[in-house]
Structure formats: C-alpha cells, structure tokens
C-alpha cells in the first residue's frame, strides 16, 4: 500500500497560516489539525546547532552544509524528515582546509 501524503496547515510564530504536504508516518491515521511550524523548526535548530559545534572543534577553512527535509507526520505532531524510505539520508557536509 502507498503512502499518501496529505495537504495540512500549519501555523507560523506570527500566526499566520500556510499549507504543507505532511507524509503520515508509522501505521496510525494521523490526527490533521492545524500544527504550530516550531514542530518543524525546532528539532532543526538543534540539529544546526549540533552540525556548528562539530564544525566549529575541526575548523575548516570553509564549510557548507546541505540538507533537505520532508515533513512527517507522527502522533499528530509534525516531524522533520532527513531519511528517505531508502535508508539514505539527505544530508551533505563539504570541509576544506587551504594548506598554506
């Protein structure tokens, strides 16, 4: 059976509101409500801030960080996705060090 995505709104800090496509995730039915985004935002803030004090210990000369998310849906809370149901994730880290 195929996953189907669905179409939900989420609420922004300022209030206002926009539509996302959210994939349910495990077996359950997920419970569409409106959702705030810092379910969103906050597991990524962490995420970022994890990523920065690593690089922050190697010290690169230059850094850059890429990544993409989907946005699940779990226990009727919104849930940031980095792995794909491939088992690869989407995430790519570029370092470099000029050896001057």
Do not use: Y
Request: glycine fraction near 8%; hydrophobic fraction near 40%.
């Amino acid at each position: 059976m195929e996953i189907q995505s669905r179409i939900i709104t989420v609420e922004l800090a300022d209030g206002t509101n926009i539509k996302v496509e959210a994939t349910p995730i495990g077996d359950r039915k997920p419970n569409i409500q409106v959702r705030p985004f810092s379910e969103v935002t906050t597991p990524l803030e962490v995420l970022v801030t994890e990523i920065a004090e690593v690089l922050n210990k190697v010290k690169p000369d230059k850094a850059s960080v890429k990544f993409g998310i989907d946005i699940g849906i779990e226990s009727g809370k919104l849930t940031p996705v980095l792995v794909k149901g491939n088992n690869t994730g989407n995430l790519e880290i570029t370092l470099e060090w000029n050896h001057c």
